[in-house]
T-cell receptor, first 113, second 111 residues
Framework: DTGVSQDPRHKITKRGQNVTFRCDPISEHNRLYWYRQTLGQGPEFLTYFQNEAQLEKSRLLSDRFSAERPKGSFSTLEIQRTEQGDSAMYLC???????????FGPGTRLTVL | EDQVTQSPEALRLQEGESSSLNCSYTVSGLRGLFWYRQDPGKGPEFLFTLYSAGEEKEKERLKATLTKKESFLHITAPKPEDSATYLCAVDDQGGSEKLVFGKGTKLTVNP
């Protein structure tokens, strides 16, 4: 049984650089979600896809953030011109449409210097 | 706006000392309430989904219960390996598919 996978697990970058993260959901799941978690807080919703369609975006998702799920399988989250405030754990989750339980990946820890 | 409040923020127990964690929520209509366990530096691990008041679910030393305003996660005779942050989240029927999380309760079980 393969769970949600994310790559890389850790990313250190300098302010102003662009970064891209990848998420591979559980194979039969058609919904994919991105969340962000900072220290001492619960995960906060960023965006979600059903198949390849991006159906909802949070106000947290500034125009420097973009997410794609080109073939309805894996997804990428890109952050352009990173800022120190972007430092956080970026979590991906997946689920089946109509079943609300979401299963999370191990996360990508981003540190912006 | 959906709100989820967890208490206490942190809890220290001795091994074998049972206790409960609380999750209070405000939603327009509950589609589901979820409990996750999160170890440091890792993603949340799914524990339970509860759908309606009166529902209970159990797994090993953990038991989750649900009322119309809150949920409890009861931990019976905890062991040091139960040490983690426990997160509560709600899915609102209001249309959005997102989960709204509380800040979590950090549980430490001393041997």
């Amino acid at each position: 049984d393969t769970g949600v996978s994310q790559d890389p697990r850790h990313k250190i970058t300098k302010r102003g650089q662009n970064v891209t993260f990848r998420c591979d959901p559980i194979s039969e799941h058609n919904r994919l979600y991105w969340y962000r978690q900072t220290l001492g807080q619960g995960p906060e919703f960023l965006t979600y896809f059903q198949n390849e369609a991006q159906l909802e975006k949070s106000r947290l998702l500034s125009d420097r953030f973009s997410a794609e799920r080109p073939k309805g399988s894996f997804s990428t989250l890109e952050i352009q011109r990173t800022e120190q405030g972007d430092s956080a754990m970026y979590l991906c989750a997946s689920s089946l449409a109509g079943v609300s339980t979401q299963y999370f990946g191990p996360g990508t820890r981003l540190t912006v210097l | 706006e959906d709100q989820v409040t967890q208490s206490p923020e942190a809890l220290r127990l001795q091994e074998g000392e049972s206790s409960s964690l609380n999750c209070s929520y405000t939603v327009s209509g509950l589609r589901g309430l979820f409990w996750y366990r999160q170890d440091p530096g890792k993603g949340p691990e799914f524990l339970f989904t509860l759908y309606s008041a009166g529902e209970e679910k159990e797994k090993e030393r953990l038991k989750a219960t649900l009322t119309k305003k809150e949920s409890f996660l009861h931990i019976t005779a905890p062991k040091p390996e139960d040490s983690a942050t426990y997160l509560c989240a709600v899915d609102d029927q209001g249309g959005s598919e997102k989960l709204v999380f509380g800040k979590g309760t950090k549980l430490t079980v001393n041997p």
